[in-house]
C-alpha cells in the first residue's frame, strides 16, 4: 500500500494525512474484496524496516494503527472477516500487542473474507524465523533433516494455513517486492498500478484483477 505520503504532499498536507486517506482505502478494498469474492487479503501495513522512519511518523503510525483496531473490528466482524496479523510482535507495544489478541479472537470464526495485515512484517526475517524454529526442533529430536522440505518449511512461516497469494498488487508505480512476501509470491502474478493508495478504489482492484485474468499461470512449465 503505498504513496500515503507523496499523497499528503501533493496536498500539501502532514505525512499523517495521507496514511489516514490510506486507512479508508484499506476499508474500502475490504469491502470491494467481499463483494468480488476474494476471499484473502493480505496487507503491508508496517515493514520492519519502516522503523527507520521519524520517530513521530512512527508514532502516528502506531496510534492510527489502535485506533482502527479499535474503532473497525466490530465492523469487520459484522461482515463476516477474519483478521488475522503476521510479522514481529515482539517491538510493539503491550497496548497494541493486546488489540491484536482481541482482534484475532473476536474474528477467529468468520469467513466472508480472511484479512491478514502485515505488521513490523518483513519477508528475509520472517524465513529466518522460520529457519531458527526448524533448527530448534530438529535440535530437540523432534524433526530429522529427511523431513525438511517446501510443504514443511511453509508450515512454519507465518502465514501457515494461508494460500500462496495468486496476485501481488504495489499501489503508486514503484515496481519492487520491498521484503512482502519472498516467499509465497514466488509464482505470484504482480501488478503494479500508478495510483497512490489513498486514491484506491474498487475500480483499481478491478483492473488488477482483469491483468491478472489474462496472464497464463504455468510455474515452470511450457506453455501450451
Known amino acids: 500500500m503505498d504513496g500515503n505520503g507523496r499523497w499528503a504532499q501533493a496536498r500539501g498536507l502532514p505525512r499523517v494525512a495521507g496514511h489516514r486517506q490510506g486507512a479508508e482505502a484499506v476499508r474500502r478494498a475490504v469491502v470491494a474484496c467481499i463483494e468480488l469474492g476474494v476471499d484473502y487479503l493480505t ?95 530438529a535440535v530437540a529430536g523432534r524433526l530429522g533433516a529427511a523431513a525438511v522440505e517446501e510443504y514443511l518449511f511453509s508450515g512454519y512461516l507465518d502465514t501457515a494455513g494461508v494460500p500462496d497469494p495468486d496476485l501481488v498488487i504495489r499501489t503508486s508505480g514503484e515496481q519492487r517486492l520491498s521484503n512482502f512476501l519472498l516467499w509465497q509470491a514466488a509464482y505470484a502474478e504482480l501488478v503494479f498500478l500508478p495510483t497512490l493508495w489513498p486514491d484506491f478504489r474498487k475500480r483499481d482492484l478491478e483492473e488488477a484483477i482483469a491483468e491478472y485474468m489474462k496472464r497464463e499461470r504455468r510455474y515452470g512449465a511450457s506453455s501450451g
Open 43 to 137: 496487507i503491508y501495513a508496517f515493514s520492519s524496516e519502516n522503523w527507520k522512519r521519524p520517530e513521530r511518523e512512527i508514532d502516528d503510525l502506531m496510534g492510527l494503527l489502535g485506533l482502527y483496531l479499535r474503532n473497525e473490528v466490530a465492523e469487520l466482524s459484522q461482515r463476516g472477516v477474519r483478521v488475522c496479523f503476521i510479522g514481529d510482535r515482539g517491538r510493539l507495544s503491550t497496548d497494541i500487542r493486546k488489540l491484536i489478541d482481541q482482534a484475532e479472537a473476536s474474528t477467529r470464526e468468520n469467513k466472508a473474507l480472511t484479512l491478514t495485515v502485515a505488521l513490523n512484517y518483513g519477508g528475509r526475517q520472517e524465513i529466518v524465523r522460520a529457519a531458527r524454529r526448524i533448527a530448534e526442533d
